[in-house]
């Protein structure tokens, strides 16, 4: 199996696998347990993986919250903030781009008083800083925005969106889960408040994430609200006994990212331009989706006129993994796809391939072999 859809979720690096497993075996015991030998080291396992997750980010460690994943900061972020700041005002801007996990939490919250502003992406993928700053409004509390979209790659400037928020008072969120691992960031030096991400995109467990939280303004880690109410765990706001395990396992990939990244950058550069240049000598009609020169590379999406794209991912299903979008909205036509204009027939020709580290040159060419063989052989064109 060739798999391109690192996107959706990468393999789990065997140095990772490797780390975790002493704390599902030997070392179970619960890390806030503090008093006897095997509680202590599960707990300084913790606080390891802590640090490592906070170098990757450039942050201190008491700033990284851990949750289930990038979906679970997401809505702790969203909801979190909008409940503890709603006499301030009721009023958080995001955009059509953003994951499910943003979108349905503001659509949860429109439900509950709030007033939500979708920004459009138009055809690059990408929000217009103007369209941002002409929605703001007295009583708007949060900005909540992707950094590089998960179906696209496109970036969205967040240094400028950044800088505006932070001039207008306005807390700033942002969705980093394709873009950590891709690219050096240093929240030290940012004015970002919040940043969720996930460590099974940088080839790390399942399960586990984190949300960062700036405590550059005075109290702001006291003024959210908890997602899950319990105990003390993760400074009192998400109480459950700790996955050590998993934690582990996202600390060790969170330092082998840390170590490699501008090499997997190049890699994944290299991957991208290498096949761009292939499939256009055979299909030049096709179309690469979103901004093509501000984006980060690894996450390619095409539309190839004439091709049906679930026929095609099924014809290769045993030895391709490919996919037409997002794996978190499987069987609705993508919605940032239709926020980019493109029309049903437009969409239902689309595939996103994804690299990742272990991806090589020749996987492009398997791939590349059994795309033009179906073109060739097996498609009929649909209107
Ligand atoms: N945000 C983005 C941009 C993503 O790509 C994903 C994963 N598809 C998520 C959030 C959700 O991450 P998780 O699976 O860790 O909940």
Same mark, same amino acid.
């Given at each position: 199996m060739i798999y391109l859809d690192n996107a959706a979720t990468t393999q789990v690096d065997n140095q990772v696998k490797e780390a975790m497993l002493p704390y599902l075996n030997d070392i179970?015991?619960?890390?806030?347990?503090?008093?006897?030998?095997?509680?202590?080291?599960?707990?300084?396992?913790?606080?390891?993986a802590r640090q490592n997750v906070s170098e990757l980010l450039g942050c201190d460690d008491e700033e990284i919250i851990f949750t289930s994943g990038a979906s679970e900061s997401n809505n702790f972020i969203i909801k979190g903030v909008s409940d503890y700041y709603r006499d301030q005002g009721n009023h958080i801007i995001t955009s059509q781009g953003e994951h499910k996990s943003v979108l349905e939490s503001c659509k949860f919250l429109e439900k509950n008083g709030f007033e939500i502003t979708y920004l459009p992406i138009k055809e690059n993928g990408h929000i217009d800083i103007e369209d941002l700053k002409e929605s703001i409004k007295n009583n708007t509390i949060l900005v909540s925005l992707i950094w590089a979209n998960n179906?696209?790659?496109?970036?969205?400037?967040?240094?400028?969106?950044?800088?505006?928020?932070?001039?207008?008072?306005?807390?700033?969120?942002?969705?980093?889960?394709?873009?950590?691992?891709?690219?050096?960031?240093?929240l030290k030096n940012s004015e970002i408040d919040f940043l969720s991400f996930s460590a099974h995109k940088i080839y790390g467990p399942k399960g586990i994430g984190a949300a960062y939280i700036s405590k550059d303004d005075i109290g702001i880690r006291q003024n959210i609200t908890p997602l899950i109410h319990g105990g003390e765990q993760e400074f009192g706001l998400r109480g459950s006994t700790l996955a050590t395990h998993n934690i582990v396992g996202f600390g060790k990939a969170a330092e082998i990212t840390n170590k490699n990244i501008n090499s997997?950058?190049?890699?994944?550069?290299?991957? /991208?331009?290498? #096949?761009?240049? $292939?499939? !256009?000598? &055979? @299909? *030049? /009609?096709?179309? #690469?989706?979103? $901004?093509? !020169?501000? &984006? @980060? *590379?690894?996450?390619?999406?095409?539309?190839?006129?004439?091709?049906?794209?679930?026929?095609?991912?099924?014809?290769?299903?045993?030895?391709?993994?490919?996919?037409?979008?997002?794996?978190?909205?499987?069987?609705?036509?993508?919605?940032?796809?239709?926020?980019?204009?493109?029309?049903?027939?437009?969409?239902?020709s689309t595939l996103r391939i994804s690299f990742g580290k272990y991806n090589k040159k020749n996987d492009i060419s398997i791939f590349l072999k059994k795309i033009f063989n179906y073109i060739t052989n097996f498609n009929t064109k649909f209107q």
């Open positions: 179970f015991a619960n890390p806030s347990s503090k008093f006897y030998k095997s509680a202590i080291n599960a707990n300084d396992a913790v606080k390891n179906e696209l790659g496109a970036l969205n400037n967040i240094k400028k969106i950044s800088k505006i928020t932070n001039e207008n008072d306005i807390f700033l969120h942002v969705d980093a889960t394709q873009y950590v691992g891709k690219k050096e960031i240093n997997y950058y190049n890699h994944l550069e290299e991957l /991208e331009n290498y #096949f761009k240049e $292939n499939i !256009k000598i &055979k @299909i *030049p /009609e096709i179309m #690469f989706n979103g $901004n093509q !020169k501000n &984006k @980060i *590379p690894g996450i390619i999406n095409m539309t190839i006129p004439g091709i049906h794209n679930q026929l095609f991912i099924k014809s290769v299903k045993d030895e391709l993994a490919i996919s037409t979008g997002s794996a978190c909205s499987i069987g609705k036509p993508s919605h940032v796809l239709s926020s980019l204009g493109l029309d049903k027939n437009q969409i239902r």
